[in-house]
Structure formats: structure tokens, C-alpha cells
């Protein structure tokens, strides 16, 4: 329903010809590991291939969600590349999960993959420099862990104190 609003609120704005729609397509493995760890990646996809099933308390994985990432993360590098061609000045990825919370060895808060550090360490190591608005009731812990130490990418949290996964303090900058 998340998605469902959202596309309705895009199409509410009526942009006619000006919105271009860009086909998504399944992220690489490569692609993927620009920020996820190799060896993570490869267990998720067969943990996924083998039925799936609870991989922590808030984040399940069934037989298509290995698919289903990847093709968000896709998404995501579609929108870049769309972009990179000058087929447009802004892009909107609508997608769930966000995948702020994935980590670059685990899955974490229903996010399998961090969707948007995947296109943000694109975008950097095309040499863009790159800022990360997160805006969101819980802090993108795995998209600031992400960047920390890495500045060509600035990213910015704003979320609500004290929720889940209970980090993302007003002190914290990396």
C-alpha cells in the first residue's frame, strides 16, 4: 500500500511527458558488492534459493526475495544511469523496502540490501559527489555505517530519537 500511495502521489503532480518511467532490471552481483560483502551475498542468495525463512527478528527472505532485491537495487542503478544519459534532472525510486537498514555483511530491518547505498557508491565511484537524504521515523543505520569513513558521500538522517534500531544520535558524524 506503501508503493500504492506513493505512485499515486506522483501521479498527482501530472507531469505528463516530463515523467519518464525506466524499466527496472536485476542488479549484478557486482553491482551489489560495491557495498554488500561478497560472501554475504552469496549466502542470502542461497538462503533464499532454499525456501527462505527468518534471517533476524524483523527481516524474512522467501524463494522470490533474492529476485525481488535485486531488481530494487536495479531499480536504483537504472534511475543513475538514466540520469548519468540526461534523460531527466531528477529521479524518484518508489520501492520497499528502502533498504536503509541493511548492513554490508547482513540483513537488518527488513532490508535484504541497501538500495540506496548501492546507487550512492555508484554514482561516487563515477566520481559524482554524492549526499544521501534519509528521511525517514527510524535512522538508516546500515547507509551511515556504510559511508562513515568514505567522503565523497554526505549522508543525512532524519528520523525520530529512540526508535528502531536505536542509533543515529545528534552527536554522531562521521
Given at each position: 500500500?506503501?508503493?500504492?500511495?506513493?505512485?499515486?502521489?506522483?501521479?498527482?503532480?501530472?507531469?505528463?511527458?516530463?515523467?519518464v518511467?525506466?524499466?527496472?532490471?536485476?542488479?549484478?552481483?557486482?553491482?551489489?558488492?560495491?557495498?554488500?560483502?561478497?560472501?554475504?551475498?552469496?549466502?542470502?542468495?542461497?538462503?533464499?534459493?532454499?525456501?527462505?525463512?527468518?534471517l533476524?527478528?524483523?527481516?524474512?527472505?522467501?524463494?522470490?526475495?533474492?529476485?525481488?532485491?535485486?531488481?530494487?537495487?536495479?531499480?536504483?542503478?537504472?534511475?543513475?544511469?538514466?540520469?548519468?544519459?540526461?534523460?531527466?534532472?531528477?529521479?524518484?525510486?518508489?520501492?520497499?523496502?528502502?533498504?536503509?537498514?541493511?548492513?554490508?555483511?547482513?540483513?537488518?530491518?527488513?532490508?535484504?540490501?541497501?538500495n540506496?547505498?548501492?546507487?550512492?557508491a555508484?554514482?561516487?565511484?563515477?566520481g559524482?559527489?554524492?549526499?544521501?537524504?534519509?528521511?525517514?521515523?527510524?535512522?538508516g543505520?546500515?547507509?551511515?555505517?556504510?559511508?562513515?569513513?568514505?567522503?565523497?558521500?554526505?549522508?543525512?538522517?532524519?528520523?525520530?530519537?529512540?526508535?528502531?534500531?536505536?542509533?543515529?544520535?545528534?552527536?554522531?558524524?562521521?
Amino acid at each position: 500500500s506503501r508503493v500504492d500511495a506513493a505512485a499515486a502521489g506522483v501521479a498527482d503532480l501530472h507531469l505528463g511527458s516530463d515523467r519518464v518511467a525506466v524499466p527496472a532490471r536485476l542488479a549484478t552481483f557486482d553491482e551489489l558488492a560495491v557495498v554488500h560483502d561478497a560472501g554475504y551475498l552469496r549466502a542470502l542468495e542461497s538462503f533464499c534459493e532454499a525456501g527462505g525463512g527468518k534471517l533476524d527478528p524483523d527481516t524474512y527472505a522467501r524463494p522470490q526475495s533474492w529476485d525481488a532485491a535485486r531488481s530494487v537495487a536495479g531499480a536504483g542503478l537504472e534511475a543513475v544511469d538514466a540520469l548519468s544519459r540526461g534523460d531527466g534532472e531528477v529521479a524518484f525510486v518508489i520501492a520497499r523496502p528502502p533498504g536503509h537498514h541493511a548492513l554490508s555483511d547482513r540483513a537488518m530491518g527488513f532490508c535484504l540490501l541497501n538500495n540506496v547505498a548501492i546507487a550512492a557508491a555508484t554514482l561516487a565511484g563515477r566520481g559524482e559527489r554524492v549526499m544521501v537524504i534519509d528521511w525517514d521515523v527510524h535512522h538508516g543505520n546500515g547507509t551511515e555505517a556504510m559511508f562513515w569513513n568514505d567522503d565523497r558521500v554526505c549522508y543525512v538522517s532524519t528520523h525520530q530519537d529512540g526508535l528502531y534500531p536505536g542509533t543515529g544520535s545528534v552527536t554522531d558524524v562521521g
